[in-house]
């Protein structure tokens, strides 16, 4: 019986790049993922799974922040430190070579982009003793990245797969590229072996396409889903979208694979994903969370201290106290800044209203513009003293965690939420966007098909 732990997303960020300051403190206050905290959530993580039972550990792509040479330095050191009680399979992603050219430097109220980054022709050398260095085959792509196979035990393989560019430099792969993993799948078959794939871009979208679905997934990706499940590859372990969720795909001749989407190990919930191999080469997989960390000296409960620092990404919006802030805030969470903030003035009573507002007072609104004759006045009553934003922060927290708490659609707070859901589509009855919304939330809240926290695929 082979057992695996896969983690993703370790966005490790070094201290020496620069932890303080207005320009600082807005890349991280946008951002679901810790950065100033990496060192000390990664060191806490490979220390539980490197007294674990785990036989291998595979880390699904983004092992850096920016592809920083000195985050990718820092990075190593841990990997070596781990290898000493566990083997290690990495892929690489597009945030470890800084794909989108600007790396940072902090500095009080300053950004320097005078930060030696890592080529990604480099990347299969620097982290050849995580990976290559054990393949049984390597394929190097156009970009100088690789993928690679290596046997996992007797009877299993793992084929990590670098999807950073096709032809058309988009996630994915090219023809030649395809042809390969093919031939390594075909093989792994005629061997009598399991082949476990892991990539970093999914190849389905999971909870909702409006929240996981244009370049989260590989392009074109009924296609290359599709080509991988008829070549007869079972299962597929992804990261990117930094949330917690399993999904299959069935392609047109019927073939399945199913793929376990895992979370940021350095946000919110961060996820250790354990694998065992059954004799039958189902797999089944139990979703465990940090618990802990050494911050500052003292010990910090992890699942608190991460689940705090995701929501504020709202919280702080919702809290800008003028037109600048708010415009700043927008702009680091990648938005129109300078658009928006023109709006301020309309926006900033809203969010006043959703800050303070319970759900009395959201029926009294809905009420008054005679929307709110749907909803069971029993519900209202039951959760009158609830606050929006703290059912706001519950979608969130779950979408990221992988529904820890599932709902049935019988219980009375899904019948809650989901009526507030709806409202949207009442008023905008031709946007085909807030019909999704809908599917996304009940998604979230049921947890879908799969239990992402534990099942056997």
Not at 95 to 117: A, I, K, L, Y
Not at 121 to 150: K, M, Q, W
Not at 401 to 424: C, I, T
């Amino acid at each position: 019986m082979t057992k695996l732990t896969f983690i993703a997303d370790t966005h490790h960020y070094s201290k020496t790049l620069g932890t303080t300051g207005r320009q600082y403190n807005l890349r991280s206050g946008s951002d679901q993922k810790c950065l100033a905290e990496t060192d000390e959530i990664i060191d806490a993580a490979f220390e539980k799974i490197a007294h674990s039972d785990t036989d291998a550990v595979m880390i699904a792509g983004d092992v850096t922040n920016n592809g920083e040479m000195v985050s990718h330095i820092e990075f190593r050191k841990k990997l070596y430190k781990l290898k000493e009680k566990k083997k290690v399979y990495l892929i690489t992603a597009t945030h470890d070579w800084c794909c989108d050219g600007n790396p940072r430097r902090f500095h009080g109220n300053t950004v320097t982009h005078n930060v030696d980054v890592m080529p990604s022709g480099n990347l299969p050398e620097f982290y050849r003793d995580f990976g290559p260095a054990d393949a049984l085959s390597v394929f190097t792509t156009h970009i100088g990245t690789c993928s690679y196979v290596v046997n996992l035990s007797e009877n299993v393989r793992l084929l990590a797969l670098n999807d950073d560019k096709n032809e058309n430099n988009h996630a994915g792969f090219t023809e030649e590229h395809f042809c390969w993993i093919e031939e390594q799948i075909k093989k792994a078959r005629k061997d009598g072996c399991l082949m476990i794939g892991m990539e970093h871009h999914l190849l389905t979208p999971h909870i909702s396409p409006l929240i996981t679905g244009g370049s989260t997934c590989v392009a074109n990706r009924e296609y290359v889903a599709s080509r991988l499940a008829d070549a007869g590859l079972r299962y597929m372990f992804v990261g990117h979208s930094h949330i917690q969720n399993t999904a299959d795909f069935k392609s047109k001749n019927g073939n399945i694979i199913t793929e376990v989407n895992i979370g940021s190990l350095v946000g919110y919930p961060a996820p250790i994903v354990n694998v065992t191999v059954n004799d039958d080469f189902t797999l089944s997989y139990e979703v465990k969370h940090l618990e802990k960390f050494i911050l500052n000296g003292k010990e910090v409960d992890a699942q608190d201290y991460l689940a705090k620092h995701a929501v504020a990404i709202i919280h702080r919006l919702l809290q800008s106290s003028c037109k600048e802030e708010f415009g700043d805030r927008a702009t680091a969470l990648q938005l129109n800044g300078e658009k928006i903030s023109k709006y301020y003035a309309l926006i900033s009573l809203v969010f006043r209203f959703v800050q303070s507002a319970k759900v009395s007072d959201v029926y009294k609104k809905l009420r008054f513009i005679g929307l709110s004759k749907d909803i069971d006045k029993k519900l209202i009553e039951k959760y009158k003293n609830k606050k929006l934003l703290e059912c706001v922060d519950e979608i969130m927290l779950s979408a990221f965690n992988g529904s820890v708490k599932r709902y049935s659609r019988d219980d009375d707070y899904y019948k809650l939420v989901m009526f507030f859901v709806s409202v949207p589509s009442k008023i905008f009855k031709k946007n085909n966007d807030m019909k999704k919304f809908i599917f996304a939330i009940d998604n979230i809240l049921t947890g879908g098909r799969f239990n992402n926290q534990k099942d056997t695929i």
